[in-house]
């Protein structure tokens, strides 16, 4: 998968938008949007809606278990850069990298990953 730019999306906008999809209890904690895909990370995993086709009305969901996810890479944003690039290695997968925009938590991006990906979650 290539280079993916995502802005912020509202946690709880994305949990209204895609409770559906989400199991009993789960929570939204982080939401970015692109065209009209979208990807969030939730307290159980991580799930990227892929819209296809010109009416949108196929659409593909990817949801991965953070136990999935062998390294992330964050590289923030410098002075001259506003964006900050995201990238998960999944097993056996191509790495997903993520084009963040301004405005993104990336401490908050990054405690979330650190703990869920510490061993024994």
Do not use: C
């Amino acid at each position: 998968m290539g280079l993916i730019n995502a802005t912020v999306w509202d946690a709880a906008d994305a949990a209204d938008d895609l409770g559906y999809a989400l199991g009993a209890g789960e929570q939204v904690r982080f939401a970015f949007k692109m065209i009209r895909d979208s990807i969030i990370f939730t307290d159980r995993r991580i799930m990227i809606t892929d819209i296809q086709g010109l009416t949108g009305s196929k659409r593909r969901y990817l949801s991965i278990p953070y136990r999935a996810i062998t390294t992330f890479t964050l590289e923030s944003a410098g002075h001259f850069d506003l964006d900050t690039e995201l990238t998960i290695t999944i097993s056996g997968s191509e790495p997903i990298a993520l084009n963040l925009s301004r405005g993104a938590d990336v401490p908050g991006l990054v405690t979330l990953l650190t703990e869920y990906l510490a061993p024994g979650k």
